[in-house]
């Protein structure tokens, strides 16, 4: 018990715990004041605690004030249905602008606009928060302080909004390309110039208004955590909209006749970001955020993007849904920001930085104890929750009423509705208790990075179980349906008729496309997944691979110096992570791969009907080569590098770059050897076959090959080193979610090179014959420079000269395989991985450790032992199913591979799968305990002798169970991808494997092609 002198002078006792007080009273637990930390503390997360009162704060700040359940309440009301009322304009702008000429011709324009609203709640209520918290804590109060934190935070959001921008535009562009198979170089600019215009614009101006609001609520006593943010979504999402639309169309008008303005415009943006920079240095309130800051922005950003992708996939299935999307998503991010600055300052005001309340001992409780009873929070997130259910009624109503001319929601949509929109904030409002407290503990500060990652699991979360929502409708028969095309109600006295969807002349004539979908004008749609650009119309939602770094992790450990030797039983000293520690830290990478899985079953879905894939089959040859390498040289990387981490060889910058410069030069030099000779390969397996040989074709298989594997392994070895660094960071063992990592965006990103890059080639065949040979002759030159630079380095100066065996070895096998076995690859690299590291941290090379004295163990010692390398072969194999279950089911329901899921062929799937990845974590035991004894490092050698062993198990038993899936009678109506031959390959050449598993005159069995298409494989459809 804790006495506290309240201002009036009367002690009162409290209970320092929190949780026993009687939550469902009016007033909130009163704390202690703290005293905050001293200036020679330094400051290295960039929080706010560098510039607060080097004493305790002022007195007026000293007790944390109450407040009353109905001043909360009419606080957060208020703001709450005035930013109602700016979603619903949101809402109906969305759905009017989609049906403008720009918006049609520029397809990509729909993933700019979750990401461009996303950035209200990326920096608009970062700021507002950060500001709410400052005034809270008594750091705004003469006119000096008020205007360095002005100035500071303006510029910032500028500088941000700029960088975010031009990035989420260089996103939509690379989406676009990927699904239209063309690149617009004029659209790609209006795309930049459009997005930064719409984010600097926006954003100031909001600044502007939040920054006058928070001031008036502080003069007025009113709490701005309960006013500021919401306001920052009042009208935030309207004028987002509003001005990208406007500026879009004027770009678009003029893009063809005053070609420099759109570069003239991105011109002098980027002239301006220095000054803006310049400005944030010199604001000791703003210079640390813009260091550290970046992280959860840029994540946000990539998962917005999804959200984007989850748009423009569905706008068009669903009529009405962009109505909807943009009130569901905001009032989610709405609330769930309340939640999270109200948190925020209450850390801020009664605990150190990095320490956590007594409530908050536990980061994971009980939803119960978060949304009603149990936390200090809990009145609060019940007021939100209860909030939400009128309002989303509300300005369902209200929109569905505009935008029709009349009332069309039935009561089963209403109760849908709202049932998925309560979820959603029920989620996000838990999501913003964990995460709050648990970057608090990390000694970063929550102003500055918890908002952008709900705001932006906000507008995935709303889309995807919005389209849910719309789809469940659909298959009871009871779809929304909008009567906007017979309403005919003018929305103003202007040309503008919302009931017919006249625009003057951006608008299709009456009549045409009444279903609300957009016009092609014999463009490709952007999420048509079908290569002739037909009827079907599907979600593309693991299209782009989201790249999203660990910032978070839960056990402390201290860093090694460098002078200190490494222990001889080191493992018995260090603390242990625990099975929770370690399912999360692999489930979460190991299912970005997965999706990173679907993305490029996907993409090779599309580009496999592009006219250099159709005259030059051999290209399809080079695919799982060129997949392999994700498995060869990044995965390799990835266990080297985890393994010097743990060891402590990465603590010092001196030793990141020797590190960095010497692994990056190895790949570079590994990837133009491998990729050189998996072209000669595939034009051989060309030529046998075929009994002929065409040179420009043998050039552009050498520069497609060549150019892909030397980009593809550049950006992805940056990735890897950029997660191990940032996991050595935040004490998260990089041998845990390296590997998963460097599978998530590989495949993606090889099959999109692969396929641009060789296009482009193609279409270069004729008119510049000479650009295959040089570039060809420039990666042969550039090779002896990464090879003396791998040897003068002396962290990879033995793996040049040893580590190609299992490299090119690997490199043939898979030219033989059509598909790559990626998760099960995926987990046993993570094994494969930490057994690696634990020898190296407790033996010598060549002596095998006490506890792992004999190499050949029974199944049941790997498996079944307690504790160690068992216990991780536990968790990765209780992993396997989940993870199967999600990407099948995820592949289904974006109908790639043309099949059905039945019971039968979930059970014989997943058994199937099961035994792979067991096989694979016995044999990596084995493996990488034999290479041990034998003087051979495992992280250079034993992964792709796993990940390829992978592939032809995992491809012998997919076929053994299409075969036994056949013989009981469990056959698929569908016939796509057959041969006459058989069950061939779909989109390899002639001489792809057949798998001799169906009747083929009758009965058929093409389940294959769902399959092979991303969930056992990380590349080509069967």
């Known amino acids: 018990m804790v006495a506290t002198e309240f201002a009036g002078g009367k002690n009162e006792s409290y209970d320092n715990a929190g949780v026993d007080l009687e939550i469902g009273m009016d007033i909130e637990p009163q704390l202690p004041p703290v005293a905050f930390v001293p200036p020679e503390q330094p400051d290295t997360y960039g929080s706010l605690v560098s510039v607060m009162p080097t004493s305790d704060p002022p007195a007026s700040f000293q007790n944390y004030k109450t407040e009353s359940c109905w001043s909360t309440t009419l606080q957060v009301s208020v703001p709450f249905f005035i930013a109602g009322i700016g979603t619903i304009g949101a809402g109906l702008m969305l759905g009017m602008v989609s049906q403008w000429e720009v918006f049609k011709e520029v397809s990509e324009l729909f993933i700019l606009v979750p990401a461009l609203l996303g950035l209200k709640g990326n920096l608009d209520m970062c700021l507002a928060s950060r500001l709410s918290t400052q005034v809270n804590i008594g750091n705004m109060v003469s006119a000096k302080d008020i205007w360095s934190q002005i100035l500071g935070n303006i510029a910032l959001v500028q500088v941000q909004s700029i960088i975010a921008a031009f990035i989420v535009a260089i996103f939509a562009v690379c989406i676009g390309i990927v699904m239209n198979g063309s690149f617009e170089w004029k659209h790609g600019l209006l795309l930049a110039a459009a997005g930064i215009i719409t984010a600097t614009t926006s954003c100031f101006v909001l600044d502007f208004v939040m920054i006058a609001v928070i001031m008036i609520s502080h003069k007025l006593r009113v709490n701005p955590d ?125 605990v150190h930085l990095g320490e956590l309340p007594s409530y908050a001992t536990k980061l994971i409780i009980s939803p119960i104890a978060v949304l009603f009873h149990g936390t200090p929070q809990a009145k609060i997130a019940r007021i939100l929750l209860f909030m939400a259910i009128p309002g989303h009624l509300i300005f369902a109503y209200v929109a569905d009423y505009i935008f029709n001319g009349q009332s069309t929601v039935s009561v089963i949509f209403m109760v849908t509705y709202l049932f998925v929109s309560v979820l959603q904030v029920a989620i996000l409002l838990y999501c913003a208790h964990i995460l709050v407290h648990f970057v608090w503990r990390r000694k970063i500060d929550p102003d500055s990075s918890t908002i952008p990652y709900l705001t932006a699991l906000g507008d995935l979360l709303g889309s995807g179980i919005l389209a849910l929502a719309f789809l469940f409708l659909r298959s009871i028969h009871r779809d929304y349906t909008p009567r906007v095309s017979s309403a005919g109600k003018n929305f103003s006295d202007s040309s503008l008729q919302w009931g017919t969807y006249e625009f003057g002349s951006d608008m299709p004539p009456k009549g045409a496309n009444k279903k609300g979908g957009r016009h092609r004008k014999g463009r490709k749609n952007m999420a048509s997944l079908n290569g002739g650009g037909g009827e079907d119309e ?429 013989v009981i009678g469990d056959r698929d109506s569908d016939r796509i991808g057959l041969s006459k031959g058989g069950c061939i390959v779909q989109g390899m050449p002639r001489s792809g494997l057949e798998l001799p598993i169906v009747d083929h005159n009758t009965n058929t069995h093409p389940k294959t092609s769902f399959i092979a298409s991303c969930v056992f494989s990380d590349g080509p459809v069967l």
């Open 538 to 966: 599907v979600s593309l939602m693991a299209a782009a691979d989201l790249e999203l770094e660990e910032d978070f992790q839960v056990q402390h450990e201290p860093k090694r110096k460098k002078s200190q030797a490494i222990p001889a039983a080191r493992h018995k000293f260090e603390p242990e992570e625990n099975a929770f520690s370690i399912a999360v830290q692999v489930f979460i990478p190991f299912l970005v791969a997965g999706l990173g899985m679907v993305g490029a079953g996907l993409v090779l879905d599309i580009v496999q009907h592009w006219e250099v894939f159709r005259v030059v089959s051999e290209v399809f040859i080079l695919v799982p080569a060129l997949l392999g390498l994700k498995g060869n040289l990044e995965m390799t990387l990835a266990s080297r590098l985890s393994t010097q981490a743990n060891l402590g060889y990465m603590d010092t910058p001196k030793q990141q770059w020797s590190l960095i410069v010497g692994n990056l030069s190895l790949i570079q030099c590994q990837a133009i050897v491998v990729g050189f000779l998996a072209s000669m390969a595939a034009m051989i397996m060309g030529w046998i076959p075929e009994g002929k040989f065409d040179i420009d074709h043998g050039l552009l298989l050498c520069a497609s090959s060549l150019v892909t594997a030397s980009l593809a392994s550049f950006v992805l070895g940056i990735v890897m080193i950029a997660v191990i660094i940032a996991s050595r960071k935040f004490n998260i063992n990089p041998d845990n979610v390296a590997t998963p990592i460097a599978a998530s965006m590989g495949d993606l990103i090889t099959l999109t090179l692969l396929a641009w890059i060789s296009s482009l080639l193609f279409e270069a065949i004729e008119t510049q014959p000479w650009l295959a040979p040089l570039i060809i002759g420039f990666c042969l030159l550039l090779t002896p420079i990464w090879a003396w630079l791998c040897r003068q380095n002396k962290h990879t100066k033995e793996v040049l000269s040893s580590g190609w065996t299992p490299v090119v070895l690997a490199m043939g096998i898979a030219v033989f395989q059509p598909v790559i076995n990626g998760v099960g690859g995926n987990l046993v690299a993570v094994q494969a991985s930490r057994i690696s590291t634990s020898l190296h941290r407790d033996s010598k090379i060549g002596t095998l450790p006490s506890y792992a004295s004999n190499i050949c163990l029974s199944p049941f010692a790997v498996f079944g032992a307690k504790g160690g390398h068992a216990r991780t072969a536990r968790i990765l194999l209780a992993m396997v199913i989940p993870g199967h279950l999600i990407f099948s089911y995820t592949i289904s329901y974006l109908q790639a591979g043309h099949t059905s899921l039945t019971p039968i062929f979930v059970v014989v799937y997943l058994l199937a799968a099961l035994i792979q990845v067991s096989l694979l974590l016995y044999m990596s035991h084995v493996m990488v305990h034999w290479m041990w004894s034998k003087r051979i490092d495992p992280d250079n050698s034993a992964i792709p002798y796993l990940t390829a062993f992978g592939d032809l198990v995992g491809t012998g038993l997919l076929a053994i169970a299409f075969q036994f899936l056949y």
């Open 226 to 350: 309960n006013i500021a943010t919401p306001l920052a979504a009042s009208f935030g999402d309207v004028v987002s909209i509003t001005v990208l639309a406007n500026v879009a169309k004027f770009l678009f008008k003029y893009h063809d006749s005053l070609l420099y303005v759109t570069p003239g415009i991105l011109v002098s943006y980027l002239l301006f970001l220095p000054l803006w920079i310049y400005i944030v240095i010199k604001q000791k309130h703003t210079k640390h955020v813009l260091t550290t800051g970046w992280t959860p922005v840029l994540s946000a950003l990539f998962i917005s993007g999804l959200g984007g992708l989850v748009l423009g996939s569905v706008a068009t299935l669903f009529p009405g849904f962009v109505v909807f999307q943009p009130i569901i998503n905001g009032i989610g991010g709405n609330l769930v920001s309340v939640q999270a600055s109200r948190i925020s300052t209450f850390l801020h005001k009664t």
